[in-house]
C-alpha cells in the first residue's frame, strides 16, 4: 500500500510516499480503507522532532473509510467509520481499535468525517470535562478560526456560553458567523485590556497567548492549553490552569459526529489535497493560518 513514513526527523524532506506493507490486525481491532485523513499540528511536530515517536512511523492520526477486514465484533467488512488510527492514518490501510472508531454517520462525507476525530474530541474535552462549562457561563477561544477553535466556539454555543472569539482581522466574519457573540481581533486589540471575567478561556495557540489569556480570567475560572504548558503563577492569581491531551472516547465521538450530521456543528474544512501532495497540506498547517481543517483525499 501507498503510504507517508517518516523514517527520521527533520525537514520535509524526511517524509515520503512510499509501498510498504500493511498493518498487521489484531483482535479487537479493525483494518479500515482510507477514504479519508486531516492534518493536524501533532503530525509536523513530529516530523520535526519536537514530539516523541518510534521511528520508521506512518503520520496522521484521523480517518474515515471502510471496513476492508474486522476481528471486532462491533464492526463488520464494509460499514463506513470514523475515528482514531493506530497504525497512521496518511495510508490506504489503516488499523484502529474498535474503542477508537464509530460508525460514520450518512450525513457527513468523508472528508467532513476525517476532520473531527482529534479536533472534536480536544474542544469537548477542553470545555467540558476540564473546563467544566456551564450556560451562562463567558468562554473565550483564541485561535477561534482554527481546527480545534472553530469547532469550541461551536460547541460553547451549543452549551449556552456567552462565547468570545479571538483572531486576525480576516477570519472575524467567519467567527461570528459560527455563533461567537463577540469577536476580539488580536492585530488591533490588546486581548488582556478588552477582556475580564472569562469563566473558561481555550488556548490553541501558545506563547505568548497564554499569558494574555491568563489576565481576562475571573479569580476561579479555567485556563485551558492545548498549546504549550499552563502559567506557572495562574495558581497566585486565582485561576485554575490545565494542558490538556486528547484522550479517545467513543461516547464523545459519536455525539460529536451526531452534531455534524445533523447540521448543529459546522465543520469548516481549509482545503482537500490528494495524499501525493502531503507536504503542501503539512505546510500550510504549520503556518498556523488555515482556516479549519486540512484534508487528504487518499483516494485520489
Do not use: C
Not at 234 to 259: D, N, W, Y
Amino acid at each position: 500500500m501507498r503510504a507517508v513514513l517518516l523514517r527520521e526527523t527533520g525537514g520535509p524532506e524526511a517524509l515520503r510516499l512510499e509501498e510498504v506493507e500493511q498493518p498487521e490486525l489484531g483482535d479487537g481491532e479493525v483494518l479500515v480503507h482510507v477514504q479519508a485523513a486531516s492534518v493536524n499540528p501533532s503530525d509536523w511536530k513530529y516530523r520535526r522532532g519536537l514530539l516523541p515517536k518510534s521511528l520508521p512511523a506512518v503520520l496522521g492520526s484521523d480517518v474515515s473509510g471502510t471496513v476492508e477486514a474486522s476481528r471486532s465484533d462491533a464492526f463488520a467488512e464494509g460499514e463506513e467509520v470514523l475515528g482514531i488510527a493506530r497504525s497512521g492514518s496518511y495510508a490506504e490501510l489503516a488499523v484502529a481499535a474498535e474503542r477508537m472508531l464509530v460508525g460514520k454517520p450518512a450525513g457527513l462525507t468523508h472528508a467532513q468525517a476525517a476532520a473531527i476525530p482529534v479536533t472534536g474530541l480536544t474542544s469537548w474535552q477542553a470545555l467540558h470535562d476540564r473546563g467544566g462549562l456551564q450556560a451562562g457561563q463567558t468562554a473565550l477561544i483564541a485561535g477561534a478560526a482554527g481546527g480545534v477553535g472553530h469547532v469550541a466556539v461551536q460547541l460553547a454555543k451549543l452549551a449556552g456560553a456567552r462565547t468570545i472569539g479571538t483572531g486576525s482581522t480576516r477570519n472575524r466574519d467567519f467567527v461570528l458567523g459560527l455563533g461567537a457573540d463577540e469577536y476580539v481581533d488580536y492585530t488591533r486589540q490588546d486581548v488582556a485590556e478588552a477582556l475580564n471575567d472569562v469563566d473558561v478561556a481555550l488556548d490553541t495557540v501558545g506563547g505568548e497567548t497564554t499569558r494574555s489569556l491568563l489576565a481576562t480570567v475571573r479569580s476561579g475560572g479555567v485556563l485551558v492549553t492545548i498549546a504549550s504548558g499552563p502559567p506557572e503563577d495562574a495558581a497566585e492569581r486565582g485561576v485554575r490552569a490545565e494542558l490538556v491531551i486528547m484522550s479517545p472516547s467513543s461516547e464523545q465521538l459519536a455525539e460529536i459526529a451526531r452534531l455534524a450530521a445533523t447540521g448543529q456543528l459546522r465543520i469548516e474544512i481549509a482545503e482537500t489535497l490528494p495524499l501525493a501532495e502531503f507536504q503542501q497540506a503539512l505546510a500550510l498547517s504549520e503556518s498556523g493560518h488555515a482556516r479549519g481543517k486540512i484534508i487528504l483525499d487518499v483516494a485520489r
